[in-house]
């Protein structure tokens, strides 16, 4: 065989390979793709369950007396952070703890007064939460954001940042947030830098907007207003709804492919708080199956090790190893 039809042989191999391990990739990361959320499944309570992103293989992680909620999955999918009353049963403190993925040894991170909406810094190494244990002297109103390490330690109340949902950029970068101009103010989301800086505002109008949710390729943040569901590029542009006016809307997170959200809805269904996906490209909203008995609330999906996407630059695909491969052999 001459050397160049060698050489074009060899070359469709690997690129036969590549893309044979590119689909294997895909369908593992497919697979393993988890919802975590808060659900009264069980019992009166809310607790911390897990499921397939199809809803299927519902498992409760934590059983407790007290409420547990507002889940969020560390970067790795080894532990997951929530917030529970744990601590103080019979009243009105909430505060930070986190449990391994089997829901083994939880431990509580914070002990403030009301400690709530956790989130993980990309590399899983701190996390970011909103606290109403703010010190007088700070000159804040209640919703201070605060980071701290993943073990509890080094906290450290973001100045000039008051605010509530605070939830970080892929990129590591930014903080993106809930806040009034001033207190008593409808709500806006913000971005800012992670120290407090360069603080931005994403939306304009008069209605209350929340819950704040990155795109995994950090392009588009998805949030709760007007009781629907809205995305906007991250930047502040081009705001649009996605979801229908008539019922209640929220808590949106995005999939791994930053192609659907997952959100909780409060009337789609009469008298069922059920957990839904919408298609942020045509609108298509699915159901994930329910019991008509429980509510769900606050889903989290696992962004399993960037397998899917991930922040331009930041990390080498097979498909670009295929490129580089092919080049070498021309």
Request: charged share 25%; glycine share 8%.
């Amino acid at each position: 065989m001459p050397f160049k039809a060698r050489q074009l042989a060899g070359t469709a191999l690997v690129v036969s390979l590549l893309i044979q391990m590119q689909i294997a990739v895909n369908g593992y990361a497919s697979r393993r793709t988890k919802i975590a959320f808060s659900s009264t499944l069980d019992g009166r309570n809310l607790d911390i369950y897990v499921m397939d992103s199809d809803g299927r293989n519902q498992r409760r992680l934590t059983v407790n007396p007290s409420v547990d909620r507002y889940p969020a999955w560390s970067p790795d999918g080894k532990k997951i952070v929530f917030v529970s009353n744990r601590n103080n049963v019979n009243k009105d403190h909430k505060q930070i703890w986190v449990i391994d993925a089997d829901g083994k040894n939880p431990i509580r991170l914070t002990d403030g007064l009301v400690d709530a909406n956790p989130d993980w810094s990309p590399d899983g190494k701190k996390i970011v939460y909103d606290t109403f244990d703010v010190p007088k002297d700070h000159n804040l109103a209640p919703g201070g954001i605060t980071v701290m390490d993943a073990d509890g330690n080094n906290k450290r109340l973001v100045k000039n940042a008051r605010g509530v949902h605070p939830t970080w950029s892929p990129d590591g970068k930014r903080i993106a947030f809930s806040s009034g101009k001033n207190p008593g103010d409808d709500a806006q989301i913000y971005v800012m830098d992670v120290d407090g800086r360069n603080r931005k505002r994403l939306t304009r109008d008069f209605t209350h907007k929340r819950l704040p949710s990155w795109s995994h390729d950090g392009k588009r943040i998805a949030y709760a207003g007007d009781n629907v569901i809205w995305v906007v590029d991250s930047d502040g542009k081009n705001p649009r709804r996605l979801t229908e006016e008539h019922v209640m809307e929220e808590h949106p997170t995005w999939s791994p492919d930053s192609e659907s959200i997952a959100f909780i809805s409060y009337g789609r269904d009469p008298g069922i708080v059920g957990i839904y996906t919408v298609d942020v490209t045509n609108g298509a909203v699915d159901a994930l199956p329910r019991d008509p008995y429980a509510t769900t609330y606050d889903p989290d999906w696992l962004y399993p090790g960037g397998l899917s996407v991930s922040p331009e630059g930041s990390q080498i695909t097979i498909w670009g190893r295929l490129k580089k491969v092919v080049s070498g052999l021309r």
